[in-house]
């Protein structure tokens, strides 16, 4: 009770100014053992003492009153004072308690404002995956990923593997339509995934060819009513039709496309109407086509369209119409923006590196492909037209020309003029000083159009054999663009026929600094490595031309020779069967190959290689000299007949064959035959010794009358010969003596020199000749087999010297669109 402070009962209006709450007095704070407690130590956030009285915010502990004496005091205002919570009363929220401060902490306990006392949080609720609309979410997710994974595969390339993802995909949906069935859900069934299976499965059977599948996955969509806009995909439908040459349906399918697009839809609609136009033109209905073609150009004109137009006039022969079809040809706007802006323009470093930034991005590089493809359209309508628009086409050219110049495409007006004079060379009579003239107009032209027209004037005295016009046109081709590939392999050839080897390979070699694709440049390079005998350096020329032309039988079979050059039949034989798959019926291939593998003493796979070789080229000697000995060799004479035979009339001035041909009718035992063989050879060369002497064996044996007849030609001829031998070398001793005597002498000696070389050349061949036939049937041996294992049935390389001249610069072939591939020349040597 000593704590109370009973009221008084008769209130005194001045009483209580002295008393205040001791909380607010400072003096005593130092003596205050809690509060030193709560500075010094965290200990200070446990929660206050409440107050014993309702209404107080003091506790139990004692407040010192004026009179010296501690009690506790009501609050002068009688409420709560702040921070004071009564007992048992939750305090209210404040903007500390997010931070984990709160006042209802028990005495003693730690601050954990992160809750982390309270241990970790319970496991999240597992989902219940055996509802009915889980398994329809889940089974939703799986056909959308496959109809992903199927055209991510058919982006890919992989065609099969994205027609078994559609499948699968299309199994999935209808699962999940089971599904909804079964749960009861029939009411949110997903259209639109649906739509996406059918239409993904069409287009994967489509891309893979089943033509009957995609039509009956397509009509499944169109038929469907809750489908809406289904109608457009007989457009796909009837582009299926069109690849099956059902061109009547395809052109009914497009129609009923074009029915069901609105007039909103405007490329849709012109699109569809191109399509009917080609088919009509592949129907051979070109007034249909044009009809189509020429509502096209009155309200969407484009180049393709215009080109398509002009061909159909054309089919019909309509000379005015085909003028202006090209009038409107070259009007067409392209929507192009001027090359001029990604020129800079000042010194302005940002617009500077802005212009560099967007002068190769993608939207400058379709812009060049659409004016590319404009010009090549453009020149391939002038030069089938030129000749049917007016009398002759030259005049044609001309107008072609006057109307281009006056369009956006003048620069293809110098373009069209060496397209002419490339026509000239391409007539029949093979004008060609017309063609020379006109390229020479363009001496004084600008550079690109100079350099071009030097190029070709080059070719041209290059394949006249005038080699110093053709070196001197290249020079002014390489002067106006050095930087022409062109220009640069045909000075390298200029080079190349001089036998510089070394200064030909530099000009390549420059022509592939500039150009790194030119192909042309690199098998030249090729070549004059392997005239320089570097044939490493040429087998790694003609192996990075075969990355590039995987099916070139001329690289390859160049890399066959290279390969036995080096001592590796092996690999020769691998490469030879590369050209063959390329070209089976290469004879010099196949001749080849069954030299090799005669080399390596494989007969039976030499004789079928022959076989081939001849079949496909009968007049090839050495083929028929190996096929010969072979049956000789085998002892089937009577086959080898037929193969001396074919020699004999390949070369009737040959006595040889016609005399193997008669030992082969000794050997197969028919006498009276090879007697009448022997009979018609001396009545063709009367002077034989060898045929004699078998004519006298042979009536000897067969005790005929013609014998004393034989043998007194015989001894004559002999004689002859031996006067001849005589006289021969006699005149070869005086021309010797004579080369000691003096100038003059040396100089007649030497024209005997000349005239003894040339004997002795043409002697070599028959040396050749006889050394591939020595084995065959002798003369002095009628009767008996001799072996031919010693036969030379060698092969004569068909890129041999005289086929491996350099490729030229300019096209021998020029039927291209474009004056840029007329310009090149990178056909590879024929054989």
Request: glycine share 6%; charged share 25%; proline share 4%.
């Amino acid at each position: 009770m000593e704590n109370v402070h009973l009221a008084v009962e008769e209130d005194d209006l001045y009483s209580g100014y002295n008393d205040y709450n001791p909380t607010f007095d400072s003096e005593e704070l130092e003596n205050d053992v809690a509060f030193q407690q709560a500075v010094r130590t965290s200990h200070g956030r446990r929660p206050p003492m409440t107050a014993k009285f309702p209404g107080t915010a003091i506790g139990a502990r004692p407040l010192a009153s004026s009179f010296g004496t501690r009690m506790a005091m009501a609050s002068s205002m009688g409420r709560p004072m702040t921070g004071a919570v009564q007992e048992g009363a939750a305090r209210p929220m404040t903007a500390v308690r997010a931070a984990g401060y709160t006042s209802s902490l028990t005495h003693g306990s730690s601050f954990d404002p992160l809750g982390q006392s309270r241990g970790p949080a319970p496991p999240l609720e597992a989902k219940n995956e055996d509802t009915p609309e889980e398994k329809i979410k889940i089974l939703e997710k799986k056909v959308n990923d496959l109809i992903e994974e199927s055209c991510m595969a058919q982006s890919m390339g992989s065609l099969q593997l994205a027609l078994e993802k559609a499948k699968e995909a299309g199994r999935k949906e209808r699962a999940l339509a089971r599904q909804r069935e079964q749960s009861g859900n029939v009411d949110h069934i997903n259209l639109d995934l649906t739509y996406s299976v059918l239409l993904n499965l069409a287009n994967q059977y489509a891309n893979n060819e089943m033509y009957p599948e995609a039509l009956n996955s397509y009509q499944v969509i169109v038929k469907n009513k809750m489908f809406s806009n289904a109608g457009r995909l007989k457009v796909n439908m009837a582009n299926i039709y069109f690849k099956q040459k059902n061109y009547p349906k395809a052109i009914k399918f497009y129609r009923m496309a074009l029915d069901q697009i609105s007039n909103t839809h405007k490329e849709m609609r012109i699109k569809i109407m191109q399509n009917i136009g080609v088919v009509f033109v592949r129907l051979g209905q070109y007034s249909d086509a044009i009809t189509s073609f020429e509502h096209i150009m009155s309200e969407s004109p484009n180049i393709k369209t215009g080109f398509n137009l002009i061909l159909c006039y054309y089919a019909i022969g309509d000379r005015e119409r085909m003028k202006k079809a090209f009038q409107k040809l070259i009007s067409v706007p392209l929507g192009i923006d001027d090359e001029e802006k990604y020129i800079p323009s000042n010194d302005d470093t940002n617009t500077n590196m802005v212009i560099e930034a967007i002068k190769n991005d993608k939207l400058h590089q379709m812009e060049r492909d659409v004016k590319v493809l404009a010009e090549k359209y453009i020149m391939t309508a002038a030069k089938l037209i030129a000749p049917a628009i007016e009398t002759s086409f030259a005049n044609g050219f001309d107008w072609c020309v006057d109307m281009v110049k006056s369009s956006q495409y003048v620069e293809l007006a110098n373009d069209l003029e060496i397209n002419k004079a490339i026509t000239y060379l391409r007539q029949k009579d093979f004008n060609q000083v017309e063609a020379v003239e006109t390229l020479k107009t363009f001496e004084k032209k600008d550079s690109r159009v100079k350099s071009a027209a030097a190029t070709n004037l080059s070719f041209l005295y290059f394949l006249e054999k005038d080699y110093d016009q053709a070196e001197r046109y290249a020079d002014l081709a390489m002067n106006a663009d050095r930087y022409n590939p062109a220009a640069l392999i045909n000075k390298g050839n200029t080079v190349f026929v001089k036998q510089d080897h070394e200064k030909a390979g530099e000009f390549y070699k420059e022509a592939l600094r500039n150009d790194s694709s030119c192909t042309g440049a690199l098998y030249n390079l090729g070549l004059t490595y392997k005239r320089l005998n570097r044939l490493e350096e040429a087998l790694d020329c003609f192996l990075k031309l075969h990355a590039i032309l995987r099916n070139s039988s001329q690289v390859m079979y160049q890399l066959a020779n290279l390969y036995e050059q080096l001592g590796d039949p092996h690999q020769a034989v691998e490469w030879l069967m590369q050209v063959i798959s390329v070209t089976p019926t290469d004879p010099h291939a196949l001749a080849k190959l069954g030299k090799l593998h005669d080399d390596e003493g494989d007969k039976s796979q030499a004789f079928q290689y022959y076989c081939e070789s001849y079949r496909y080229c009968p007049s090839n000697i050495d083929v028929i000299t190996w096929l010969g000995a072979y049956y000789i060799e085998t002892q089937f004479c009577e086959k080898a007949i037929q193969y001396f035979e074919r020699a004999t009339l390949i070369q009737p001035t040959q006595v040889n064959w016609q005399l193997i041909t008669a030992s082969c009718y000794r050997r197969s035992g028919n006498y009276q035959k090879a007697l009448e063989t022997y009979k018609d050879i001396h009545r063709k060369f009367p002077d034989n010794v060898e045929c004699l002497r078998f004519l006298v064996r042979l009536s000897t044996d067969m005790g005929l009358k013609e014998v004393q007849e034989y043998a007194t030609k015989l001894k004559k001829v002999e004689k002859m010969k031996e006067i001849r031998e005589q006289r021969v070398k006699s005149g070869r001793e005086s021309s010797a003596r004579g080369r000691k005597e003096g100038r003059e002498g040396s100089a007649g000696s030497s024209d005997d020199v000349k005239a003894d070389s040339s004997h002795s050349s043409s002697s070599t061949k028959g040396e050749r000749l006889s050394t591939k036939m020595r084995s065959l049937p002798g003369s002095n041996e009628p009767y008996e087999a001799s072996s031919p294992k010693e036969l030379d049935a060698s092969y004569v390389d068909p890129l041999g010297p005289q086929m491996e001249r350099p490729k030229t610069g300019a096209k021998k072939r020029i039927d291209d669109d474009d004056f840029g591939d007329e310009e090149l020349g990178d056909d590879l040597l024929p054989e």
